[in-house]
């Protein structure tokens, strides 16, 4: 059975599927989908419930976000942004680096 998952507002720019064991939310996920959109988010989707777990943007000016990247040691994510790159801590979610 085909589920759509539903959340961004504009075109989706990437997706990457995150692997079991990759310590996203907690050990029970096993995969995540990770999307990247012209609506100024990322966003991290559990490919059980379709629906969306984290949600990540920049503060201030949205700009569309080409590239979404999962970091697997460093649980986070990397962003790019126009001429940015941001990193994002899943752990918390927080954007700790632009």
């Given at each position: 059975m085909r589920e759509r998952i539903?959340?961004?507002?504009?075109t989706v720019n990437s997706i990457e599927l995150i692997h079991a064991g990759?310590?996203?939310?907690?050990?029970?996920?096993?995969g995540c989908l990770l999307s990247a959109s012209n609506d100024g988010?990322?966003?991290?989707?559990?490919?059980?419930?379709?629906?969306?777990?984290?949600?990540?943007?920049?503060?201030?000016?949205?700009?569309?976000?080409m590239k979404a990247k999962y970091?697997?040691?460093?649980?986070g994510v990397l962003t790019v942004s126009g001429n940015n790159v941001n990193l994002f801590d899943l752990r918390k979610p927080s954007l700790i680096l632009s």
């Open positions: 539903i959340g961004h507002t504009a990759a310590g996203l939310v907690n050990n029970s996920i096993e988010t990322a966003r991290v989707w559990d490919l059980r419930t379709s629906k969306g777990v984290i949600l990540l943007n920049h503060t201030g000016e949205k700009q569309p976000i970091l697997y040691g460093a649980k």
